[in-house]
Nanobody
């Protein structure tokens, strides 16, 4: 099973930028999808962005489109989430996951998350 470890979270102000990293233990198949989800307090976990490991095809939630960019470095076995123009509503625990699709149940491997807090 692929191990996933997120990092890069922190406390920032509205309008700031932040880049999250997800280090994997490798062995990700080209047809697998790596994704970022987030969960705010008392909210359901929601899809943020995904990238097909082999093809690099990306999908974004409407709420982050044009502000967030997902990418991967196959040599470093790492997935990134670059976030700009952060808003207080982006505050959440951000998770990296391996699977497919856009729903939580389609992802089989999860990291423990990294906290992002955006102050107004």
């Amino acid at each position: 099973q692929v191990q996933l470890v997120e990092s890069g979270g922190g406390l920032v102000q509205a309008g700031d930028s932040l880049t999250l990293s997800c280090a994997t233990s490798g062995g990700i198949f080209p047809w697998s999808t790596m994704a970022w989800f987030r969960q705010a307090p008392e909210q359901e976990r929601e899809f943020v962005a995904s990238i097909r490991w082999g093809a690099g095809t990306t999908i974004y939630a409407d709420s982050v489109k044009d502000r967030f960019t997902i990418s991967r470095d196959a040599y470093k076995n790492t997935v990134y989430l670059q976030m700009i123009s952060l808003k207080p509503e982006d505050t959440a625990l951000y998770y990296c996951a391996e699977g497919s699709g856009r729903t939580v149940k389609e992802y089989i491997n999860w990291g423990r998350g990294t906290q992002v807090t955006v102050s107004s």
